[in-house]
Nanobody
């Protein structure tokens, strides 16, 4: 199983970014995005299972998770970015059905992509 992320970068507050995660080597049910800022624990951002999406409160209305089944790709559209969104973003996936809000629900992880939002 391989997860390859792309789309991170340096942006200004209020800008948008789209992260992409291409999965290969398996069939997956639950996909998620997590992030980890320096000195902090990895935290849930968004997840999707059977077209049902979940978001952490601080990104609701700004971030959108979507899955392209034909391409086996999961994206995270991030709008109205804030400096507090700065972190390394990781995609994760599992062949089981979960809400996908906890790190230990996932057994496959990408390498991470840096998102930096300047004020």
């Amino acid at each position: 199983v391989q997860l390859v992320e792309s789309g991170g970068g340096l942006v200004q507050a209020g800008d948008s970014l789209t992260l992409s995660c291409a999965a290969s080597g398996g069939t997956f049910i639950t996909e998620g995005w997590f992030r980890q800022a320096p000195g902090k624990e990895r935290e849930f951002v968004a997840s999707m299972a059977f077209s049902k999406a979940f978001y952490r409160d601080s990104v609701k209305g700004r971030f959108t998770i979507a899955k392209d089944n034909a391409k086996n790709t999961v994206t995270l559209q991030m709008n109205s970015l804030k400096p507090d969104d700065t972190a390394i973003y990781y995609c994760a996936t599992t062949a089981r059905f979960y809400t996908g809000t906890r790190v230990n629900e996932f057994n496959y992880w990408g390498q991470g992509t840096q998102v930096t939002v300047s004020s």
